[in-house]
């Protein structure tokens, strides 16, 4: 005869008798470090609290359990068959994992198969198990504190969790209470999953396998059940797909963005031939003294024009040091004709110190780029303890209109003297590599969206893994 | 499918132009001479902008 046990009458107190009612609690706990509160069911009279671990708090708390009940892959009086075995389902239990506050729970479909025996169906979070009654060999729950033995082997109780019925509904082999607890150990041997379901009154063992919801729907789902099946997962295989080759073009990008950002041609000879115009002159400006240098690189041939290039600056520490000081330079690059055109037949070194000196007060800029930028070395003291560091390089991306032969006017200022020799450059044709970088960043983003639809996806009442 | 090829197809190519245009890129030459020269029109010969300013960024740490 079917029964339910979803309507649930007031609920008493044990100690005075008077209504349960929902309530709250809230406690400091140790392992999460922080208050928390949780729901728990009270006396409206003597004031008694009933938590997760007593039968009454199920009882006043079962509505919350089962708001989503008729959401299930099976329901009462359902026929199928699976690999050729019959069964009807008569039954269902759902359980709350009693160490949940949150709800947790699983739902045990009692079958019958043609055979005559009982099956059971559980439906956890989207996935199915089948599970039929087994008699081990060999059994000993009480082997050990922490373990016991089946069938030999030793199987440890740690992982074992304690569920609590909070709904019955059909013909079932037992007469179930709300808010029974069953203590579950579920392992598995020789690649076959176990469950040992220990209550007050019996032990049931089972054991039984994952099934596919394909298979399940198959045997008991009826055709608008199957065309949504089908639906679902189409949808969700086309959006594997589309995350696949999001990947594939996210991995792509990253080969370009590394191959471009590693592979360059330095220009040669940038550094063969230099003169230094003026040395550690000493200069004061606005109450802050520097010592000013002028180095003259080149020419050298820049081979190709319309394309990227990449200037490096840095402190060459093999040289000279740089030891809690700092140092600017400006580098600029000049073009061969641009600058003979400017100093005519005097391009001595006192002619290009004078003409580099006053650089900027042309009208029409004589050089062709120009980079700025500070290498500095400093150490101190903070609330973490000694600190150094310092940042000795600088760079910059350019594109050259032009090829041609260049020079390269580098000028420095220090605060203390220091060789000019000691900062050098290199230039590299390059290939830009930051849109590369960026489009990396889309394809992952719309890889994952993708991803996540495809586990989503559900066009069917039920969760689906 | 289909719409997805398009958007990894119009997306690679147009990073594919932009980075063989170096767009967004400082641009040495006639085009930073020309900038350049419209930028001194505009500043006041004797100021020391007009001299420039050759100390860099003045990026140093400054401490923690």
Request: net charge negative; proline share 4%.
């Amino acid at each position: 005869m079917p029964q339910e046990s979803g309507q649930i009458k007031p609920q008493k107190c044990g100690g005075c008798g008077a209504d349960l009612v929902k309530s709250y609690r809230s406690h400091y706990d140790a392992e999460e470090e922080e208050t928390v509160t949780i729901p728990v069911a009270k006396c409206v009279s003597c004031g008694r609290e009933y938590d997760q671990h007593t039968e009454e708090y199920y009882r006043v708390f079962a509505d919350s359990f089962i708001q989503d009940k008729d959401n299930s892959a099976f329901k009462l009086g359902l026929k199928g068959s699976i690999s050729g075995v019959g069964y009807e389902i008569i039954g269902r239990l759902r359980y709350q994992d009693e160490d949940e506050y949150e709800r947790a729970v699983w739902d045990e479909w009692v079958a019958v198969s043609d055979e005559g025996s009982y099956h059971y169906f559980v439906e956890e979070e989207g996935e199915v198990y089948s599970y039929e009654e087994y008699v081990p060999s060999s059994i000993d729950l009480e082997a050990g504190p922490d373990s016991f033995e089946f069938e030999g082997r030793t199987i440890s109780k740690r992982n074992a969790y304690t569920g609590r019925i909070v709904f019955a509904e059909g013909e079932l082999p037992w007469r179930p209470a709300i808010g029974e607890p069953v203590r579950c150990y579920d392992f598995k041997k020789d690649g076959v999953h176990f469950t040992i379901e220990h209550s007050e009154d019996e032990v049931s063992i089972t054991r039984g396998e994952k099934i596919e919801y394909d298979t399940v729907i198959g045997a008991f789902g009826g055709e608008s059940e199957k065309d949504k099946y089908a639906r679902t997962m189409g949808r969700r295989k086309s959006y594997k797909r589309r995350a696949a080759l999001y990947l594939a073009a996210s991995v792509l990008s990253l080969a370009a963005a590394v191959m471009n950002c590693v592979t360059g041609d330095e220009v040669p000879g940038v550094l063969t031939a230099s003169q230094i115009l003026s040395s550690n002159q000493y200069q004061s400006e606005g109450g802050s003294a520097s010592y000013f240098s002028q180095v003259l690189y080149g020419p050298f041939r820049i081979e190709q024009g319309d394309s990227l290039y990449d200037v490096t600056v840095f402190a060459d520490t093999s040289a000279e040091p740089l030891r809690l000081g700092w140092e600017s330079f400006r580098l600029m690059l000049v073009k061969e004709e641009r600058l003979a055109r400017v100093t005519g037949a005097g391009s001595d070194p006192a002619s290009l110190r004078a003409l580099f000196s006053d650089i900027d007060s042309f009208g029409e800029p004589v050089e062709s780029y120009a980079v700025t930028g500070d290498f500095w070395d400093e150490e101190g003291r903070d609330d973490e303890g000694y600190w150094h560091e310092n940042d000795l390089s600088a760079s910059s991306s350019f594109v050259l209109d032009e090829p041609g032969n260049y020079y390269a006017y580098l000028e420095l200022y220090n605060n203390q003297p220091r060789n000019p020799a000691s900062v050098r450059f290199r230039i590299e044709r390059t290939s830009s590599y930051r849109y590369y970088l960026v489009l990396v960043a889309v394809f992952l983003v719309l890889m994952f969206v993708n991803r996540s639809k495809a586990r989503s996806y559900n066009e069917l009442p039920f969760m689906m893994a | 499918m289909i719409r997805s090829l398009l958007v990894v197809l119009l997306l690679g190519g147009g990073v594919f132009a932009l980075s063989q245009w170096h767009v967004g890129y400082p641009r040495a030459g006639i085009r930073y001479i020309t900038s350049q020269k419209e930028e001194r029109r505009s500043i006041r010969p004797g100021s020391h902008y007009y001299y420039g300013s050759h100390y860099g960024t003045r990026g140093f740490r400054g401490g923690k």
